[in-house]
């Protein structure tokens, strides 16, 4: 992967609707940030809010979701979002939410990417640092998930694999593998949806979840396939998945270059990966590895009222 400076959005972009787990109505403003400032959130609904910089630091552990906290002030189901931002290599931008997580729209990256997009991206002139996989590594979950990274020759870039199983089920076994590119970010990933069991509905709602969501805003699979709803292509929940991953791995706060293969996991392996190689990147002094953990640290000051 050739190096590159840092990007921003030329203007500012909004995107409108409801949350999936909460059913909030809420509007998200992508804003332009200067240099070095990295992704941050800010709720916009709360008088004493803080900002909350989009690292792993500061990742909390909920089910089925990417949650951020800093000193009391939340933000969920942020994964949609960071993967548009990686996707589409924007590492500075403000996000302004005025409810506690981002609209959940059709399930995918699709809504964010094409409001970034019109947005448009500008470069910066500090460079963007590089975190090359050191050495490999690997975290193992629940039954049998385990999530690994391996190093690659810098120009094979940074890929990432993912392999789902859910058995005899409609869902089944898929594949979904990717050099991570902004093209193949628009083209073969960002539209693929969140996809959920029938079977699991009735717990999620008894937890209070997905009350507003129904079977044409995302993928619902029943015992003969998914519901009132037509896939976007064969293998659009390893696709998911893998766009979950982006999103989940963007927290570290740089770019990745290395080899990156996920087999059944969620987001609790995905943050534990990235924590490790921060770690492991860390002691082994790798280029790249120093500005990872200082240049993204961002205005986390309490905003006032
Ligand atoms: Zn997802």
């Given at each position: 992967m050739p190096d590159r400076t840092q990007t921003t959005i030329e203007r500012a972009a909004e995107v409108r609707g409801y949350g999936l787990f909460r059913g909030l109505d809420v509007t998200l403003r992508f804003l332009p940030a200067d240099e070095n400032h990295g992704i941050v959130f800010q709720r916009t609904d709360l008088t004493d809010a803080v900002d909350i910089p989009a690292r792993v630091e500061h990742v909390v552990p909920e089910p089925r979701r990417t949650v951020l906290s800093r000193l009391g002030t939340r933000v969920e189901v942020v994964e949609h979002?960071?993967?548009?931002?990686?996707?589409?290599?924007?590492?500075?931008?403000?996000?302004?939410?005025?409810?506690?997580?981002?609209?959940?729209?059709?399930?995918?990256?699709q809504a964010f990417t094409e409001a970034l997009l019109d947005a448009g991206i500008v470069s910066q002139s500090a460079m963007r640092p590089t975190l090359h996989v050191p050495n490999a590594i690997e975290v193992t979950g629940s039954a049998g998930a385990r999530v690994a990274a391996a190093p690659l020759p810098p120009e094979a870039g940074y890929t990432i694999r993912y392999d789902l199983d859910y058995g005899n089920s409609p869902v089944g076994r898929q594949t979904a593998t990717y050099t991570i590119t902004r093209e193949a970010f628009i083209n073969e990933i960002a539209f693929a949806r969140t996809f959920v069991l029938e079977l699991e509905v009735a717990a999620l709602r008894a937890m209070g979840f997905?009350?507003?969501?129904?079977?044409?805003?995302?993928?619902?699979?029943?015992?003969?396939?998914?519901?009132?709803?037509?896939?976007?292509?064969?293998?659009?929940?390893?696709?998911?998945?893998?766009?979950?991953?982006?999103?989940?791995?963007?927290?570290?706060?740089?770019?990745?270059?290395?080899?990156?293969?996920?087999?059944?996991?969620?987001?609790?392996?995905?943050?534990?990966?990235?924590?490790?190689?921060?770690?492991?990147?860390?002691?082994?002094?790798?280029?790249?590895?120093?500005?990872?953990?200082?240049?993204?640290?961002?205005?986390?000051?309490?905003?006032?009222?």
């Open positions: 979002v960071m993967a548009a931002l990686a996707g589409l290599q924007i590492d500075n931008c403000l996000v302004q939410l005025d409810a506690p997580e981002p609209p959940g729209c059709d399930g995918s990256a997905g009350q507003r969501t129904t079977t044409s805003d995302l993928l619902v699979f029943g015992t003969e396939g998914v519901i009132d709803n037509a896939l976007r292509c064969p293998n659009e929940c390893a696709r998911h998945k893998l766009l979950d991953c982006i999103g989940d791995f963007a927290l570290i706060g740089c770019d990745l270059a290395g080899a990156f293969h996920a087999n059944r996991t969620g987001h609790r392996a995905n943050h534990d990966l990235i924590r490790r190689l921060k770690v492991q990147a860390s002691m082994s002094k790798t280029p790249g590895a120093g500005p990872t953990a200082d240049s993204a640290t961002g205005p986390a000051h309490r905003r006032s009222a």
